[in-house]
């Protein structure tokens, strides 16, 4: 008679495989939403900057802020920072360079955008840099 099953040392093989794998994938699924959320945030800087650069195009102004992108319908909605967890932006505005001719009612407005989250990307750049 012969009994079915699996012995001690096969379920230990197996217990163990599976553990290692677990230690190979958990970090690069970390890497992976990581870099999916880097890439989502590139994309919506550009559609930020590309708003504004249409905007400026069509009016010879800069927007107030980015509200008025929305209300002119550059942009459907904000885009959302999926680093900083939220739609706000850190805008930037023009500043006369020392010496330069600034008129201030042309250059009024938000000229960029940059994120508001301090932390720092896979390649070891600032995200508030970008």
């Known amino acids: ?23 190979i994938l958990v970090p ?11 890439a989502v945030l590139k994309e919506n800087l550009f559609q930020i900057r590309d ?11 800069y927007p107030a802020s980015l509200d008025d ?15 900083g967890r939220s739609q706000q932006w850190q805008p930037l505005t023009a500043e006369p360079l020392e010496g330069e001719e600034f008129d201030p009612e042309a250059l009024e407005g938000v000229i960029d955008v940059k994120s508001l989250s301090q932390a720092k990307a896979l390649d070891g750049t600032l995200y508030s840099d970008w």
């Open 69 to 83: 992108l929305v209300s002119s319908r550059y942009l459907r909605d904000i885009p959302y920072d999926p680093i």
């Open 1 to 23: 008679m012969t009994k079915k099953g699996f012995t001690l040392i096969e379920m230990l093989i197996v217990v163990s495989m599976i553990g290692i794998l677990v230690v």
């Open 51 to 61: 708003a504004i650069n249409k905007y400026y195009a069509d009016k010879k102004k």
């Open 28 to 38: 690069q699924y970390k890497y992976s939403v990581l870099r999916a959320k880097e």
